[in-house]
């Protein structure tokens, strides 16, 4: 308790007296904790994006007009026997333009025009996958029935590109927050180590006087996961201002995907946030102490 | 205190001490004198552990400083107080303050402190200026100051390293009187001096360094050549 008191107090000083070292290390910490928080957030937004989206991937296989009911059950038993397929829907020509028109008509459209041409659409197969990630199998076989199937539409290309973005976005991430995170580390040893210079009698009287080394040792560790703490709180208090405009804009981008901004992700990024200030700013202060106090 | 053949090299190659045997009952006054460079310093940090000897064996209360752990070292300086020619005070500290440091960082309970500092202050004529700050003492009273410091502890030696070399001839015997004092209380002196004055007056114990030798341990003055 004694030693707790004595470490808090030496600590609290030693901030005060390195004021403008200090403010700056918790500035850049601030800031290194944003873009932290950031990505967090972003990479979050686009994995439950991508996790929506791909619950939505089925494969369409667009059918020749004319080619016979019994084929066109046979292949559909077929696909339905295969391991990753959940179901099998057909679709006529007539269901097909029944649904465009209604689509049209529930946006407000005048479907009399369409009235009187010949129905172009095409009738299709709709199969449901088990596991969306799976859809090349089931692709090939369908584009294979050539004399069938006209024309399957490309699903995994698209999907493919939306998972190695993301994956491209987080190795940028990672490697741009290593960089401030090795920055800021260097700020909180810069910073504890003038600390250490300002305090060398200090520190000498207390070796001579006998204090053991924790006595030597804490207050400045302390200094460094204050600068931490207050870097961490400040940046959480700044997200939480900027939390609901950010929130807006998501669901004005994303529309009607639903991002995963809920209580979770919150208590995901106040660990992070106060973890990585924590940690970094008691490891500068160690690496400090144990490289400049002999 | 007790040391056998103790010869210390530093890695730059400078035999600092050579082969110095020296034994310190408990109780004694000793001086330590010699040129600058003869090896009063290394001595110094020999005893307190500051430094280790290259050969031989350093014993201070009977524990063998070379074969001591490095966590131990605390407790070993608790039981020595240090006394230096640039008195090392903080100068942000009052007196009190000053003197209590000395107990608050090696963790002694609130309760037991305020006795021990007053005592210091009382043993060395400074309880009138405990709330002042350094800079407001004359010399003599900061290294008072110091010497309390050192005696808050209630250490079995104190190593005074060249305590008049910034005063006054007057005030210098003033802080002698006091180390003195100390003395008779039961607590082992030992006093680095080039103060020959001083040393020749009081005949007490003299030993001697010169290139890192002792060349003289006896009881007289500070040359006995002239």
Same mark, same amino acid.
């Given at each position: 308790?004694?030693?707790?008191?004595?470490?808090?107090?030496?600590?609290?000083?030693?901030?005060?007296?390195?004021?403008?070292?200090?403010?700056?290390?918790?500035?850049?910490?601030?800031?290194?904790?944003?873009?932290?928080?950031?990505?967090?957030?972003?990479?979050?937004?686009?994995?439950?994006?991508?996790?929506?989206?791909?619950?939505?991937?089925?494969?369409?296989?667009?059918?020749?007009?004319?080619?016979?009911?019994?084929?066109?059950?046979?292949?559909?038993?077929?696909?339905?026997?295969?391991?990753?397929?959940?179901?099998?829907?057909?679709?006529?020509?007539?269901?097909?333009?029944?649904?465009?028109?209604?689509?049209?008509?529930?946006?407000?459209?005048?479907?009399?025009?369409?009235?009187?041409?010949?129905?172009?659409?095409?009738?299709?197969?709709?199969?449901?996958?088990?596991?969306?990630?799976?859809?090349?199998?089931?692709?090939?076989?369908?584009?294979?029935?050539?004399?069938?199937?006209?024309?399957?539409?490309?699903?995994?290309?698209?999907?493919?590109?939306?998972?190695?973005?993301?994956?491209?976005?987080?190795?940028?991430?990672?490697?741009?927050?290593?960089?401030?995170?090795?920055?800021?580390?260097?700020?909180?040893?810069?910073?504890?180590?003038?600390?250490?210079?300002?305090?060398?009698?200090?520190?000498?009287?207390?070796?001579?006087?006998?204090?053991?080394?924790?006595?030597?040792?804490?207050?400045?560790?302390?200094?460094?996961?204050?600068?931490?703490?207050?870097?961490?709180?400040?940046?959480?208090?700044?997200?939480?201002?900027?939390?609901?405009?950010?929130?807006?804009?998501?669901?004005?981008?994303?529309?009607?995907?639903?991002?995963?901004?809920?209580?979770?992700?919150?208590?995901?990024?106040?660990?992070?946030?106060?973890?990585?200030?924590?940690?970094?700013?008691?490891?500068?202060?160690?690496?400090?102490?144990?490289?400049?106090?002999? | 205190?007790?040391?056998?053949?103790?010869?210390?090299?530093?890695?730059?190659?400078?035999?600092?001490?050579?082969?110095?045997?020296?034994?310190?009952?408990?109780?004694?006054?000793?001086?330590?004198?010699?040129?600058?460079?003869?090896?009063?310093?290394?001595?110094?940090?020999?005893?307190?552990?500051?430094?280790?000897?290259?050969?031989?064996?350093?014993?201070?209360?009977?524990?063998?400083?070379?074969?001591?752990?490095?966590?131990?070292?605390?407790?070993?300086?608790?039981?020595?107080?240090?006394?230096?020619?640039?008195?090392?005070?903080?100068?942000?500290? *009052? =007196?009190?303050?000053?003197?209590?440091? %000395?107990?608050? !960082? #090696?963790?002694?309970? +609130?309760?037991?402190?305020?006795?021990?500092?007053?005592?210091?202050?009382?043993?060395?004529?400074?309880?009138?200026?405990?709330?002042?700050?350094?800079?407001?003492?004359?010399?003599?009273?900061?290294?008072?100051?110091?010497?309390?410091?050192?005696?808050?502890?209630?250490?079995?030696?104190?190593?005074?390293?060249?305590?008049?070399?910034?005063?006054?001839?007057?005030?210098?015997?003033?802080?002698?009187?006091?180390?003195?004092?100390?003395?008779?209380?039961?607590? *082992? =002196?030992?006093?680095?001096?080039?103060? %020959?004055?001083? !040393? #020749?007056?009081?005949? +007490?114990?003299?030993?001697?360094?010169?290139?890192?030798?002792?060349?003289?341990?006896?009881?007289?003055?500070?040359?006995?050549?002239?």
């Amino acid at each position: 308790m004694h030693f707790l008191r004595f470490s808090v107090r030496q600590s609290l000083q030693g901030l005060w007296r390195n004021r403008v070292m200090n403010i700056a290390a918790t500035v850049t910490m601030i800031l290194m904790l944003l873009m932290l928080a950031a990505l967090v957030i972003l990479i979050s937004g686009v994995e439950s994006g991508l996790e929506y989206v791909e619950s939505k991937v089925e494969v369409t296989a667009e059918l020749h007009d004319g080619v016979l009911e019994e084929r066109i059950a046979e292949l559909q038993t077929r696909v339905e026997a295969l391991a990753e397929v959940a179901s099998v829907t057909y679709t006529s020509k007539e269901e097909a333009l029944a649904a465009f028109l209604a689509a049209r008509k529930a946006e407000g459209q005048d479907t009399s025009v369409y009235t009187g041409l010949n129905n172009p659409l095409p009738a299709y197969l709709t199969v449901e996958l088990r596991n969306p990630r799976e859809s090349g199998a089931v692709t090939e076989i369908l584009r294979a029935e050539t004399g069938l199937v006209r024309f399957v539409p490309d699903q995994q290309t698209g999907i493919d590109k939306l998972v190695s973005l993301t994956s491209q976005l987080r190795n940028l991430g990672v490697v741009v927050l290593g960089f401030a995170g090795l920055t800021v580390l260097l700020i909180v040893i810069n910073s504890i180590r003038m600390a250490l210079m300002a305090r060398a009698q200090e520190i000498e009287i207390m070796r001579l006087v006998g204090a053991s080394d924790r006595y030597v040792r804490w207050p400045f560790i302390l200094e460094g996961v204050f600068i931490g703490i207050t870097g961490a709180v400040i940046t959480l208090l700044l997200l939480l201002v900027a939390s609901p405009p950010i929130s807006d804009l998501a669901s004005d981008i994303a529309g009607s995907v639903p991002l995963g901004f809920d209580s979770s992700l919150t208590l995901q990024i106040m660990g992070i946030v106060l973890g990585a200030g924590l940690g970094l700013g008691g490891l500068g202060a160690w690496i400090s102490v144990r490289t400049y106090l002999r | 205190m007790r040391l056998e053949g103790v010869t210390k090299t530093y890695p730059n190659g400078k035999q600092a001490l050579i082969e110095v045997d020296l034994v310190i009952p408990e109780g004694d006054f000793i001086f330590l004198v010699g040129p600058s460079g003869a090896g009063k310093s290394t001595l110094i940090k020999l005893l307190v552990r500051d430094e280790k000897a290259s050969e031989g064996r350093v014993e201070v209360a009977g524990h063998d400083l070379g074969r001591m752990k490095k966590r131990d070292v605390p407790r070993l300086r608790r039981r020595i107080g240090i006394v230096f020619q640039d008195f090392r005070l903080l100068p942000r500290k *009052t =007196v009190y303050e000053n003197v209590a440091f %000395a107990l608050e !960082v #090696t963790g002694t309970p +609130r309760k037991l402190m305020d006795p021990a500092v007053v005592r210091a202050l009382a043993l060395v004529g400074l309880t009138e200026q405990a709330r002042q700050r350094p800079n407001e003492l004359s010399g003599g009273e900061q290294q008072r100051t110091a010497i309390a410091r050192a005696m808050v502890h209630d250490p079995r030696l104190i190593i005074a390293d060249e305590p008049t070399g910034n005063l006054d001839p007057l005030i210098s015997w003033e802080i002698i009187q006091l180390l003195l004092r100390i003395n008779e209380m039961g607590t *082992t =002196v030992m006093m680095a001096t080039h103060d %020959a004055e001083v !040393v #020749t007056a009081l005949r +007490r114990r003299v030993v001697a360094l010169e290139d890192g030798r002792v060349v003289r341990d006896e009881v007289g003055g500070y040359h006995r050549e002239y």
